[in-house]
């Protein structure tokens, strides 16, 4: 289900431009960029997103919400809508958190989707199928987050096909066809180009022939989360929270969404890494090799041409790289027998054979003996980062991996199962703070 809302957005003459007050989503601000966008302007969105992670920090936020509110720092819509947002590419190669990694920088691009709210409920009932395992901790987090400043304050990303059959009013128009229409014939309301050199496109479809034509369009499709899967988590327990204190039906029951046809704008899948803080990269080398094969890449090999020997060895199979030492190091060829015995049981055969899978299952679990917690197994999209991590930080062991196919995700979550915790990167990402949601008593 599909619903407008009065959107919340920056006021053009209050800040020092839209591209200084938004950012990459939460989850993919390392210290160094949160440090730079607290800088670019001081009401930057991140203020919002990461206040920070002592026990006041979610009463911060909602504080700073309100008096930005007040101060007509952020303005309201006066009628509710849909936003279409198009992201697009046409100069340099990509170089920003949650791009990295996705294939984008040598090409031209452009994608183009519905910001709206949609209905909360089982994969069953909503049509929304998650395909990536959560932590509690992260979902906790968001959730108390959204609690305190009753707002969602970043879109979670949602791909349908649009090739599918839908609905069977085929008298209105399709979202893709007033998508391409809006564009090509109105003035969008926001225009940006940010540091990445993206540029961000906003438009306000107010028009309610158009939003019911939108909404009739998508009722019928599932969507498949591709990036949000801790915040869907954190709708769907702040809906739960609700409804068990006795309020029935509200604004919980809606999220906000970023939904992108895949079939119009084919997504981007990349890689997420691990680093180890505890695992020294030779002992990291000695245990693997009970169980793959192990090769020292060449001295002076730098990251990009020992990615290069990783998608060569993963056509053939599950391959790795460990980084931390004098050297990268190759994995590859992984023992069937000890991968299966690694598995738990009644995992499907696609679960059993993802890369991801053979990372936690018996690298991290089985033969390095770790426990997968946020403190043991850090995750970083940037694969460049977790390299520096281990080789000029305090150590430990990176782990470079593939990115996962686009149709085996697919598969993995159309069957009912779930790919393990941060495994897929798509993208692009939609940027943070370009319109926002609240959901208040007065909203």
Not at 3 to 22: C, E, K, M, Q, W
Not at 69 to 79: F, K, P, V
Not at 247 to 263: E, I, K, M, R, T
Request: proline fraction near 7%; include cysteine.
């Amino acid at each position: 289900m599909l619903a407008p809302f009065r959107g919340l957005r920056y006021a053009r003459d209050r800040v020092s431009g839209i591209a200084n007050v938004t950012s990459p989503p939460y989850d993919v601000i390392t210290g160094d960029i949160l440090d730079h966008l607290r800088a670019a302007d001081p009401h930057n969105v991140v203020r919002l997103i990461l206040p920070g992670e002592d026990a006041t920090a979610t009463k911060v936020a909602a504080s700073l919400l309100r008096e930005w509110l007040s101060a007509g720092i952020l303005i309201r819509d006066r009628i509710p809508a849909l936003y279409l947002y198009e992201q697009s590419l046409d100069g340099p190669g990509l170089d920003g958190p949650g791009l990295d990694g996705l294939g984008l920088g040598a090409s031209r691009w452009v994608q183009r989707g519905i910001v709206a709210l949609v209905g909360l409920g089982s994969p069953e009932s909503a049509g929304i199928l998650p395909h990536e395992g959560v932590m509690p901790g992260p979902v906790a987090g968001r959730r108390e987050l959204m609690e305190a400043t009753q707002a969602n304050l970043e879109p979670i990303l949602l791909i349908y096909d649009g090739d599918e059959a839908a609905g069977d009013d085929r008298d209105r128009p399709t979202a893709a066809e007033i998508i391409e229409r809006v564009v090509a014939e109105r003035a969008p309301l926001v225009a940006v180009t940010t540091e990445d050199h993206v540029t961000h496109r906003l438009w306000r479809l107010g028009d309610y022939d158009e939003q019911t034509a939108i909404a009739a369009d998508l009722a019928g499709r599932r969507a498949l989360i591709a990036d949000g899967h801790h915040r869907y988590a954190a709708y769907l327990d702040l809906q739960s929270k609700m409804r068990a204190s006795g309020l029935g039906a509200g604004p919980w029951d809606y999220g906000l969404a970023f939904l992108v046809d895949s079939a119009a704008y084919p997504p981007q899948l990349g890689a997420i890494h691990r680093v180890l803080p505890g695992m020294p990269p030779e002992r990291a080398a000695e245990l693997a090799r009970n169980a793959f094969s192990v090769q020292d890449l060449p001295a002076g090999l730098d990251l990009a041409g020992a990615q290069r020997r990783l998608a060569e060895a993963g056509r053939e199979g599950t391959a790795f790289l460990l980084a931390g030492g004098p050297c990268f190091r190759l994995l590859s060829h992984p023992d069937p027998v000890q991968v299966a015995a690694s598995m738990p049981a009644g995992a499907s055969g696609p679960w059993r054979s993802l890369d991801a899978s053979v990372l936690q299952q018996l690298l991290i679990g089985h033969l390095w003996g770790i426990t997968e917690n946020e403190r043991n197994v850090l995750i970083d999209h940037d694969a460049a980062d977790a390299v520096r991590v281990v080789t000029e930080g305090p150590g430990g062991t990176a782990v470079i991996s593939n990115p996962l196919s686009f149709q085996t995700v697919i598969q993995i979550a159309a069957h009912g199962e779930r790919v393990p915790r941060k495994s897929t990167s798509f993208g692009p990402k939609p940027r943070t703070g370009l319109v926002l949601r609240t959901f208040g008593p007065n909203d």
